[in-house]
């Protein structure tokens, strides 16, 4: 079951079909324009898109 944190986080980040999508979204964020950079996608447990995050942990 998803907690609602990670509920809450999928709500606000834009959702990608599969991990490729995904990745190719993170290589074009230019890390100038963001302080908080993304660094990974992980496959979300709500809505079984993926996602990016600055966060290392799983
Ligand atoms: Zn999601």
Known sequence: ??????KAACKRKTRYGNDFAAQQ???KINPA??????S??????VCFGY???SSAKK
Do not use: F
Request: proline share 8%; net charge positive.
């Open 25 to 27: 979204a993170l290589k």
């Open 1 to 6: 079951m998803p907690s609602e944190t990670e």
């Open 51 to 53: 996602h990016l995050t």
């Open 40 to 45: 990974r996608t992980y496959k979300c447990t």
């Open 33 to 38: 324009r963001r302080a908080k950079m993304p």
